[in-house]
């Protein structure tokens, strides 16, 4: 499920992410299978599938830094036909309440500057863009900044 619903953002949204969809296609099952048991059985790290009907419709992953103060949040991604039905909301939800359950105090994330509707979802949800910035992968003339939520 994982590795449908990242191949869909990929193909969809291919300046949202770091990996390309070149990339990201070729891994093999196992890689899949590892990284998602690896996420799921590590008590500082989650992730989300949203699902609609028999459609994969929106993702997010989560990580606890070690010092158990911030939640780093990535590959969020809504499908284009679901964008505006609240998924993302609902997503970015789970993964704040999972935070606070655990006792963070900051969220942060990475996002593409060009890509304003997603910033304009994040600064709706409280995220204060940092002066932090980075290009989104070698080769790339697209910056992504870090942006964050304190609590």
């Known amino acids: 499920m994982w590795?449908?619903?990242?191949?869909q953002s990929l193909a969809d949204s291919p300046n949202a992410?770091?990996?390309t969809l070149a990339e990201a296609s070729v891994q093999p099952e196992e890689f899949?299978?590892?990284m998602v048991g690896q996420t799921v059985e590590h008590e500082r790290s989650n992730l989300w599938v949203?699902?609609?009907g028999d459609d994969l419709v929106g993702k997010l992953f989560a990580r606890i830094d070690e010092e158990l103060t911030t939640v780093y949040l990535g590959a969020m991604w809504v499908a284009p036909d679901a964008r505006g039905a609240g998924i993302?909301?609902?997503l970015m939800q789970a993964a704040e309440a999972w935070g606070e359950d655990r006792g963070v105090t900051?969220?942060?994330l990475w996002v593409t500057e060009a890509n304003q509707a997603a910033v304009r979802f994040y600064e709706s949800l409280g995220?204060?863009?940092?002066?932090d910035i980075q290009m989104l992968r070698e080769g790339s003339?697209?910056?992504v900044r870090k942006l964050q939520r304190a609590i």
């Open 88 to 90: 993302g909301g609902r």
């Open 106 to 108: 900051r969220y942060e």
């Open 32 to 34: 899949w299978r590892g």
């Open 17 to 19: 992410f770091r990996p």
């Open 127 to 131: 995220y204060v863009p940092t002066d």
């Open 50 to 52: 949203a699902v609609s």
């Open 141 to 143: 003339e697209l910056v």
């Open 3 to 7: 590795r449908d619903v990242t191949l």
